[in-house]
């Protein structure tokens, strides 16, 4: 009977497709709009966060912030550098958000408490599978490209190992970074 429940509950499923597409279009006007100087952008990270009121926001970093924040300490730097808690740049894309949280509070109150962690458990995997589809296909744009190559990221605060973060940075990005990427982990 659980199993036919899921079942139905997977049918009027959250549109993935279009999330992704409203995702990247954000992402995409986030740079053009709120990015001033493109050469001195070094890094962006999606950022998920799948409990509580569900939202997606997108986090940057310039070399010029950076420089600021460490200025002779080296040894702070690679924390600095990839802590996306600690970045200059970010806003919360309401937009994106809205249709998680009307996914999640419909199935808060459809669901048992057991039923709700399983759907949401796997609507979060996925979610977090189309944040990376949507930097691949980020790095493809002419937006990206006017860029200076910065480096791309998707984060879920607390919910990762350390070796599975070091993959998802080197997945998006390759493995030339991968020592002082683990460095600040």
Same mark, same amino acid.
């Given at each position: 009977?659980?199993?036919?429940?899921?079942?139905?509950?997977?049918?009027?499923?959250?549109?993935?497709?279009?999330?992704?597409?409203?995702?990247?279009?954000?992402?995409?006007?986030?740079?053009?709009? #709120?990015?001033?100087?493109?050469?001195?952008?070094?890094?962006?990270?999606?950022?998920?966060?799948?409990?509580?009121?569900?939202?997606?926001?997108?986090?940057?970093?310039?070399? !010029?912030?950076?420089?600021?924040?460490?200025?002779?300490?080296?040894?702070?730097?690679?924390?600095?550098?990839?802590?996306?808690?600690?970045? *200059?740049?970010? *806003?919360?894309?309401?937009?994106? !958000?809205?249709?998680?949280?009307?996914?999640?509070? *419909?199935?808060?109150? #459809?669901?048992?408490?057991?039923?709700?962690?399983?759907?949401?458990?796997?609507?979060?995997?996925?979610?977090?599978?189309?944040? #990376?589809?949507?930097?691949? #296909?980020?790095?493809?744009?002419?937006?990206?490209?006017?860029? !200076?190559?910065?480096?791309?990221?998707?984060?879920?605060?607390?919910?990762?190992?350390?070796?599975?973060?070091?993959?998802?940075?080197?997945?998006?990005?390759?493995?030339?970074?991968?020592?002082?990427? !683990?460095?600040?982990?």
């Amino acid at each position: 009977m659980r199993f036919g429940i899921l079942k139905k509950a997977n049918k009027k499923s959250f549109d993935y497709e279009k999330f992704e597409k409203n995702l990247l279009v954000a992402i995409e006007d986030y740079v053009k709009l #709120k990015v001033d100087n493109k050469d001195d952008l070094y890094i962006m990270s999606i950022e998920y966060f799948p409990e509580f009121t569900t939202f997606v926001a997108i986090r940057a970093n310039t070399y !010029s912030y950076l420089k600021g924040k460490v200025g002779e300490n080296e040894k702070d730097y690679t924390y600095y550098k990839y802590c996306e808690e600690e970045w *200059e740049l970010g *806003e919360c894309l309401e937009g994106v !958000s809205r249709d998680l949280q009307v996914e999640y509070k *419909e199935k808060e109150t #459809k669901y048992d408490d057991e039923q709700f962690e399983e759907l949401q458990a796997e609507h979060a995997s996925k979610i977090f599978a189309s944040c #990376k589809t949507v930097m691949k #296909k980020f790095k493809e744009t002419d937006t990206y490209k006017k860029l !200076s190559d910065p480096y791309l990221n998707v984060y879920i605060r607390e919910r990762f190992t350390k070796e599975e973060i070091i993959q998802v940075f080197c997945e998006l990005n390759g493995e030339d970074n991968r020592e002082e990427y !683990s460095e600040w982990l």
